[in-house]
């Protein structure tokens, strides 16, 4: 009876720990794994897609030339506990002769494209959520800093590492 009951309390810490591991996330789980990199590599096409759509007319919106920007990739989460990578487009413009005006224009562009607008306290500045996508402009004396990301896509460690060290690169269609 006593080694009954040691089999069957063995055979129950087996079970409960092979769901634990097979439930953790962050292992090398193929699947997993190839449908974070899937994710990331859409929203990288998504962001981009997006991004070459609003530039011209945010550049008119402003009435500021783009003068380039870098897209790249950021890591979700601190080391050692990484969570996942998110993609992030900096588009940049040259400074608005009104930026005040400008600013307005700005909300006005992304509310009639259906972005939920904010208007936090700073007068400069213009944030918007669409879908999973966000976006912080900032319009300034010297310049006008825009920041679309694609929002956090969770992986493991070994993704966000492998597509957080991705080398950055020019933003389609801002110079």
Not at 41 to 63: G, M, N
Not at 89 to 98: L, R, V, Y
Not at 117 to 130: I, K, S
Not at 161 to 170: I, L, Q, T
Request: glycine share 14%; hydrophobic share 35%.
């Amino acid at each position: 009876m006593r080694l009954l009951r040691r089999i069957s309390l063995l055979a129950v810490t087996v079970l409960v720990a092979g769901f634990g591991l097979t439930g953790c996330g962050g292992g090398g789980g193929g699947d997993s794994q190839d449908d974070a990199r899937s994710r990331l590599d859409s929203d990288e096409k998504s962001v981009d897609a997006l991004v070459a759509d609003l530039v011209p007319r945010l550049a008119k919106a402003l009435k500021a030339d783009a003068s380039g920007g870098r897209a790249f990739y950021r890591t979700c989460g601190m080391e050692p506990d990484l969570t996942g990578a998110e993609y992030t487009s900096n588009p940049q413009f040259g400074a608005s002769p009104e930026a005040g005006a400008a600013v307005d224009r700005v909300a006005t562009l992304l509310e009639d494209d259906g972005w939920a607008v904010d208007r936090p306290a700073n007068p400069e500045v213009v944030e918007g959520t669409l879908k999973q996508r966000s976006i912080r402009i900032q319009v300034g004396a010297h310049g006008t800093d825009v920041k679309v990301a694609g929002g956090c896509v969770d992986s493991s460690h070994d993704v966000a590492v492998d597509y957080g060290s991705r080398p950055a690169k020019d933003v389609p269609g801002a110079g």
